[in-house]
T-cell receptor
Framework: DVKVTQSSRYLVKRTGEKVFLECVQD?????MFWYRQDPGLGLRLIYF???????EKGDIPEGYSVSREKKERFSLILESASTNQTSMYLC??????????????FGEGSWLTVV | AQTVTQSQPEMSVQEAETVTLSCTYD???????LFWYKQPPSRQMILVIR??????QNATENRFSVNFQKAAKSFSLKISDSQLGDAAMYFC????????????FGAGTILRVKS
């Protein structure tokens, strides 16, 4: 089974802290994604990566950055956490840069509370 | 802007009955995939069904089927013989060919199943 693992399920951080959310997939997928989920807004794409060291901004990249130094790992970074970044964050991965029919696999989510 | 609209924030259905969840989307592209994802309380996203835009035949997966109206940009999900385990948040999403696997989600519909 494909596994997408988010290292932290629940985090509480203080305003201004630097926060790292880690995601690892074990299926050699090229594509990886970070979404944010908020009530009434669905899932919104923050960043995605279609190869190592490649990244593209999604719909709401402000206040976030990402790192993909290895194919299996995609990190989301909040340089200076703010209360409006309190949310659930979902990581996902999929094979094939141009094969849209491929299934996207999701992690279990990371609940981040910024106080 | 690419958008997905789910006009029903919440729906209820009696066990063993049928329910239809609505979804409309807006894209100028002609080639894309459409999806319904289920998110139970565990927050794990589960693919329910998918539809290729170039196929006229509606996709079916056991008790789940879609009504795909490409000209109207409508993609509704029908759940037959509803079960208690169907209770979840349901997200409609589409994926364009460009950039491979970027998914655009709707805001979601909470489905409650009454026994």
């Amino acid at each position: 089974d494909v596994k997408v693992t988010q290292s932290s399920r629940y985090l509480v951080k203080r305003t201004g802290e630097k926060v790292f959310l880690e995601c690892v997939q074990d299926m050699d997928h090229e594509n990886m994604f970070w979404y944010r989920q908020d009530p009434g807004l669905g899932l919104r794409l923050i960043y995605f990566s279609y190869d190592v060291k490649m990244k593209e901004k999604g719909d709401i990249p402000e206040g976030y950055s990402v790192s993909r130094e290895k194919k299996e790992r995609f990190s989301l970074i909040l340089e200076s956490a703010s209360t409006n970044q309190t949310s659930m964050y979902l990581c996902a991965s999929a094979a094939g840069a141009r094969i849209v029919g491929n299934t996207i696999y999701f992690g279990e989510g990371s609940w981040l509370t910024v106080v | 802007a690419q958008t997905v609209t789910q006009s029903q924030p919440e729906m209820s259905v009696q066990e063993a009955e049928t329910v239809t969840l609505s979804c409309t989307y807006d894209t100028s592209e002609s080639d894309y995939y459409l999806f319904w994802y289920k998110q139970p309380p565990s927050r794990q996203m589960i693919l329910v069904i998918r539809q290729e835009a170039y196929k006229q035949q509606n996709a079916t997966e056991n008790r789940f089927s879609v009504n795909f109206q490409k000209a109207a940009k409508s993609f509704s999900l029908k759940i037959s013989d509803s079960q208690l385990g169907d209770a979840a948040m349901y997200f409609c999403a589409y994926r364009l060919l460009q950039y491979g696997n970027k998914l655009v989600f709707g805001a979601g519909t909470i489905l409650r199943v009454k026994s």
